[in-house]
């Protein structure tokens, strides 16, 4: 099996999931550090969400949007660090 970056396998878990897989994804989702394709992880979740016609969203969106500014932080202290 080839193994992918983290945004693409959640984002495919995420497409292949049921409504009682939504709380395992949402806790594993939380719980990374996630370095890259936030939005396309937030475009799956929501996706998913409205097609199985559920309410809350495990606070998913705001913990991956939050990720994305330390993201960014963690480039620019990088890119600052080199001479």
């Known amino acids: 099996m080839e193994k992918k970056p983290f945004h693409e396998s ?3 878990a995420i497409a292949s999931a049921n409504v009682s897989d939504l709380n395992c994804l949402a806790l594993l989702i939380k719980s990374t550090k ?3 394709g ?3 992880i ?8 409205a097609d199985l016609q559920v309410n809350d969203d495990y606070d998913v969106e705001s913990s ?6 330390l993201a960014e932080k963690s480039r620019e202290t990088f890119i600052e660090a080199i001479p």
């Open 38 to 40: 936030h939005e396309k």
């Open 10 to 12: 959640i984002v495919y």
């Open 64 to 69: 991956v949007l939050g990720q994305i500014k």
């Open 34 to 36: 996630i370095p890259a």
């Open 42 to 49: 937030v475009t799956a979740w929501q996706k998913k969400i």
